[in-house]
């Protein structure tokens, strides 16, 4: 890994000297664009303190509230990158590749994805974040295999990449340490929520990785971030445009999130699910997505001809159990040992704990399922335990909702819908919103793909 400053010591002294941060804050105010020196300035004022929290504040309720254009999204993005270490791999030129997702139920595409695009000759240095809220984030979800470790230097994930060919960690303190302190003030002020802020934050985490093509999964529907198509296309052009910009060949990807990916929402059971998505016989939603992302992934950085391809490939590492043993290796390098690798591939559900309690609700009435309200089961799983309210919130990773009847299943009232899995007692309105949230009507309605279209 190579350490790198934001900027050169030289044009941050002559920068100071011409650039008055209430002139900047006032420029963007006034909706005008702001130069690529006062971008800098003020990442460079961020990480070292010269700039208040006041004036960190205004500044990010100016960029609320007039936007930016693609340069100074660029600009920013770029800024916050170099604003601490950067990572680079000498010894995979042209091979590391990562995706990110803005986030959705019983959404576990990173686990079999990683291993899948290792076992195809790419290096994913998969960095990635907890869950607040609802459900438990990609690291969560890991976490809850006994002994896994998300924390690894850059020279241990160096090793990792080297000996597996994937890893997934955690954000290190020194990994644009601008957008740390951004975001805990977005978080206060009512900013979080801002189309170039958003690109920002993400985008510079990414291209902080060193990498050479990413797949960005932006989720739409209503129980994403953006709910609707305009939304996430407006998202999705702006991260494109952005990681372009910061040197990383970038794709968007819009997919539905109305109902939950694959039958598991909660992060032990979304374990079982990843190995069984990596044992060849996970659903077909979370296999769409993984064979798609990581095919067009293969593609972009030239390990396939074609995105057809790439499809094709990834889609085998599934079926011949490459990429199964590219995770029984990850999962027991990262800290869980040979042992409880094999035993959580061989089969996931004897390896990992369980909830003490599992309650099944049935349909009210017969036909069949034509809708899922993922957002609704998702509150439920939460509130039980599977999501944190604040950071330091205890997260049970038993806790989780199991779908039995997905959308096209027949359902009845002798059969369930779905069970939960709960540590703690369910009270009469967690199992009333657990039944509503499945539609049941008299025509079947066949699943459609996730895929909605994609943004280069």
């Given at each position: 890994?190579?350490?790198?400053l934001?900027?050169p010591?030289?044009?941050?002294?002559?920068?100071?000297?011409?650039?008055?941060m209430p002139?900047?804050?006032?420029?963007?105010?006034?909706?005008?664009?702001?130069?690529?020196?006062e971008i800098?300035f003020?990442?460079?004022?961020?990480?070292?303190g010269?700039i208040?929290?006041?004036?960190?504040?205004?500044?990010?309720?100016?960029i609320?509230?007039?936007?930016?254009?693609?340069r100074e999204?660029?600009?920013?993005?770029?800024?916050?990158?170099?604003?601490?270490?950067?990572?680079?791999?000498p010894?995979?030129?042209?091979?590391?590749?990562?995706?990110?997702?803005?986030?959705?139920?019983?959404?576990k595409?990173?686990?079999?994805?990683?291993?899948?695009?290792?076992?195809?000759?790419?290096?994913?240095?998969?960095?990635?974040?907890?869950?607040?809220?609802?459900?438990?984030?990609?690291?969560?979800?890991?976490?809850a295999?006994?002994?896994?470790?998300v924390?690894?230097?850059a020279?241990?994930?160096?090793?990792?990449?080297?000996?597996?060919?994937?890893?997934?960690?955690?954000?290190?303190?020194?990994?644009?340490?601008?957008d740390?302190?951004l975001?805990a003030i977005?978080?206060i002020?009512s900013?979080?929520?801002s189309?170039p802020?958003?690109?920002?934050?993400?985008?510079?985490?990414?291209?902080?990785?060193?990498?050479?093509?990413?797949?960005?999964?932006?989720?739409?529907?209503?129980?994403a971030?953006?709910?609707?198509?305009?939304?996430g296309?407006?998202?999705?052009?702006?991260?494109v445009?952005?990681?372009?910009g910061a040197?990383?060949?970038?794709?968007?990807?819009?997919t539905?999130?109305?109902?939950?990916i694959?039958?598991?929402?909660?992060?032990a059971?979304e374990?079982?699910?990843?190995?069984?998505c990596l044992?060849g016989?996970?659903?077909?939603?979370?296999?769409e997505l993984?064979?798609?992302?990581?095919?067009h992934?293969?593609s972009?950085?030239?390990l396939a001809?074609?995105?057809?391809?790439?499809?094709?490939?990834?889609?085998?590492?599934?079926?011949?159990?490459s990429?199964?043993?590219?995770?029984?290796q990850?999962?027991?390098?990262?800290?869980?040992?040979?042992?409880v690798?094999a035993a959580l591939?061989?089969?996931?559900v004897a390896?990992?704990?369980?909830a003490?309690?599992?309650?099944?609700?049935?349909?009210?009435?017969a036909?069949?399922?034509?809708d899922?309200?993922?957002?609704?089961l998702?509150?439920?799983s939460?509130?039980?335990?599977a999501?944190?309210?604040?950071?330091?919130?205890?997260i049970?990773?038993?806790?989780?909702?199991e779908?039995?009847?997905?959308?096209?299943d027949?359902?009845?009232?002798?059969?369930?819908l779905?069970r939960?899995?709960?540590?703690?007692?369910?009270?009469?309105?967690?199992?009333?919103?657990?039944q509503?949230?499945?539609?049941?009507?008299a025509?079947?309605?066949?699943?459609?793909?996730?895929?909605?279209?994609?943004?280069?």
């Amino acid at each position: 890994a190579n350490q790198r400053l934001s900027f050169p010591h030289k044009t941050q002294r002559m920068a100071s000297t011409t650039i008055r941060m209430p002139n900047v804050i006032a420029k963007k105010r006034d909706g005008q664009s702001l130069t690529s020196e006062e971008i800098a300035f003020f990442v460079t004022g961020v990480v070292n303190g010269s700039i208040p929290r006041e004036q960190i504040g205004a500044m990010l309720m100016a960029i609320y509230l007039k936007g930016m254009d693609t340069r100074e999204t660029v600009d920013l993005t770029r800024g916050l990158m170099f604003s601490g270490q950067t990572l680079s791999w000498p010894d995979f030129p042209g091979l590391v590749v990562d995706k990110h997702s803005t986030g959705g139920v019983g959404d576990k595409v990173s686990l079999p994805l990683a291993a899948a695009l290792a076992a195809c000759g790419a290096k994913v240095p998969m960095i990635s974040g907890r869950g607040l809220g609802h459900t438990g984030g990609t690291l969560d979800k890991l976490e809850a295999i006994p002994g896994f470790s998300v924390h690894k230097s850059a020279e241990e994930m160096t090793q990792l990449l080297r000996d597996v060919g994937c890893c997934i960690v955690g954000q290190t303190e020194t990994l644009v340490p601008a957008d740390r302190i951004l975001y805990a003030i977005r978080d206060i002020t009512s900013t979080v929520e801002s189309l170039p802020l958003i690109t920002a934050s993400i985008v510079s985490k990414k291209a902080a990785e060193g990498l050479s093509a990413l797949v960005l999964d932006v989720k739409v529907g209503r129980a994403a971030f953006m709910k609707t198509r305009a939304d996430g296309q407006a998202l999705a052009r702006s991260m494109v445009d952005a990681g372009n910009g910061a040197g990383v060949k970038t794709l968007a990807i819009l997919t539905e999130m109305d109902r939950p990916i694959g039958r598991m929402v909660g992060n032990a059971l979304e374990v079982i699910e990843s190995v069984h998505c990596l044992q060849g016989k996970g659903p077909a939603d979370l296999e769409e997505l993984v064979v798609v992302e990581g095919g067009h992934l293969l593609s972009l950085n030239g390990l396939a001809p074609s995105a057809d391809e790439g499809v094709a490939r990834i889609r085998a590492t599934l079926h011949d159990g490459s990429a199964l043993a590219r995770f029984q290796q990850m999962v027991a390098a990262q800290g869980a040992g040979a042992a409880v690798a094999a035993a959580l591939c061989a089969d996931p559900v004897a390896a990992l704990p369980r909830a003490a309690f599992v309650t099944d609700i049935p349909a009210l009435a017969a036909g069949f399922v034509v809708d899922i309200d993922a957002m609704a089961l998702a509150r439920v799983s939460g509130e039980l335990g599977a999501g944190r309210v604040t950071t330091d919130s205890k997260i049970d990773y038993t806790v989780g909702i199991e779908i039995v009847a997905h959308l096209g299943d027949a359902a009845s009232p002798a059969t369930p819908l779905c069970r939960i899995h709960h540590t703690l007692p369910l009270s009469q309105d967690h199992l009333r919103r657990a039944q509503a949230a499945f539609a049941v009507a008299a025509d079947r309605v066949a699943p459609a793909s996730r895929i909605i279209e994609f943004l280069h």
